[in-house]
Structures are given as structure tokens and as C-alpha cells.
T-cell receptor, first 112, second 116 residues
Framework: DQQVKQNSPSLSVQEGRISILNCDYT??????FLWYKKYPAEGPTFLIS?????DKNEDGRFTVFLNKSAKHLSLHIVPSQPGDSAVYFC???????????FGTGTRLLVSP | NAGVMQNPRHLVRRRGQEARLRCSPM?????VYWYRQLPEEGLKFMVY????????ESGMPKERFSAEFPKEGPSILRIQQVVRGDSAAYFC??????????????FGPGTRLTVT
């Protein structure tokens, strides 16, 4: 039972353009959402988060959008850089719990 | 400004042996989490601990796996009598107890366990 889904296993974007990574969830008890970036043989690196009481959060080149009615969130990276090439994981936390439920990841490749 | 530290980074065990994975949280963090990542999959929650207390172990296999976070020293994830299916990357994360920041978990580099 995959409660957090990242349906695109990979995404290719040119340097300078926008990268949009998508994530869907099924559990309406999730109230906090996070995005992590992961390089091979390293641990996930926290990027940005959003509470369910908001619909947008921005930090530099990264913006996360949350659409609660559609149970959908997305991460926008503008402008994309080759160093952004990594696997991106969406994660969610159920209300009252502090564990994270992860999606299966999207591999982003930003080409020069 | 040390982050989350895990050791060893790589661990090879024969079937039936014990594996001990250690995790030191970030300075100032009192919450520790363990996750496991199987090949080509996302991370799966295993256990959440605070000092001397297991808060949530809903993701831990019922047998052979245990975790602790003693008053002094690192958190330990212990796997007894390892089997080939235990081969995975095990990640530790930590978070602050400050309200609102507890959900932001910071991960260590992981321990890659290989069972031969």
C-alpha cells in the first residue's frame, strides 16, 4: 500500500529551465510534507517542507506547492542547474506521528 | 558543525551473524529515527527513539531487530542472525524537539549492510 507516490521515475531538463517534480498521496491524515534530494551512496538531504495549512512555500530556487483537495504536491526548481541532478524523494508525516512516509523517488537529470 | 554520523559506512556479515549499526544525532537533537532502503525502493520507517525510550517501533520487523538510544552514547540498531534479505542501506535521522521543527529530519550517510 503505497501511500506516497511519485509516478515519474525520471525527468530530464535542460540547464536554466524549470524542473517540476510531482507527488501524490492517499492518506488524508498527512499534515506535513517534505522534499529530500539524494546523491548515490549518500543520505537524503532536506530541501524544503510545507505544512498542510499552507499551499506554497518558497526557498531560493525551490518552491513547493500543496493542493490538499487533489492530494498532490509538487517541487519547482528554477533555474535548474547540473548540480541539481539527483534522486528527489517526496515524504509525508501523519498527524500525531513523527515518522516519514517516503515516495519511491524521481531521478532528475539536468543537462548543460 | 557535525551532522548526523553513522558507522560503519559499510558492513559485511555472513548469514547468521549479528550486525550493529551506530548513529550519533546532530548536536542539539534528541530525536532519532531509523529507516531502511532496499534496492530501487524508497526509504521505509523502522523506529523512532528518544533518549532511553522507544516512541514508535511500528516499522520494525517483529523478530531479530532491536534498537536503543541510551542516556549516553549513540543509538544502536541491532540485527541478530542476519539473512540475505537484510541487505540494504540503513539510514539514521535526527530532529530537534523544538515545536514545529520536529518534522524536519536530517539524515546521516547511511550504513550499507551486505549479507553473504
Amino acid at each position: 500500500d503505497q501511500q506516497v507516490k511519485q509516478n515519474s521515475p525520471s525527468l530530464s531538463v535542460q540547464e536554466g529551465r524549470i524542473s517540476i517534480l510531482n507527488c501524490d498521496y492517499t492518506n488524508s491524515m498527512f499534515d506535513y510534507f517534505l522534499w529530500y534530494k539524494k546523491y548515490p551512496a549518500e543520505g537524503p538531504t532536506f530541501l524544503i517542507s510545507i505544512s498542510s495549512i499552507k499551499d506554497k512555500n518558497e526557498d531560493g530556487r525551490f518552491t513547493v506547492f500543496l493542493n490538499k483537495s487533489a492530494k498532490h504536491l509538487s517541487l519547482h526548481i528554477v533555474p535548474s542547474q547540473p548540480g541539481d541532478s539527483a534522486v528527489y524523494f517526496c515524504a509525508a508525516s501523519p498527524s500525531g506521528f513523527q515518522k516519514l512516509v517516503f515516495g519511491t523517488g524521481t531521478r532528475l537529470l539536468v543537462s548543460p | 558543525n557535525a551532522g548526523v554520523m553513522q558507522n560503519p559506512r559499510h558492513l559485511v556479515r555472513r548469514r547468521g551473524q549479528e550486525a550493529r549499526l551506530r548513529c550519533s544525532p546532530m548536536k542539539g537533537h534528541s530525536h532519532v529515527y531509523w529507516y531502511r532502503q532496499l534496492p530501487e525502493e524508497g526509504l521505509k520507517f523502522m523506529v523512532y527513539l528518544q533518549k532511553e525510550n522507544i516512541i514508535d517501533e511500528s516499522g520494525m520487523p517483529k523478530e531479530r531487530f532491536s534498537a536503543e538510544f541510551p542516556k549516553e552514547g549513540p543509538s544502536i540498531l541491532r540485527i541478530q542472525q542476519v539473512v540475505r534479505g537484510d541487505s540494504a542501506a540503513y539510514f539514521c535521522a535526527s530532529s530537534s524537539s523544538v515545536s514545529g521543527a520536529a518534522y524536519e529530519q536530517y539524515f546521516g550517510p547511511g550504513t550499507r549492510l551486505t549479507v553473504t
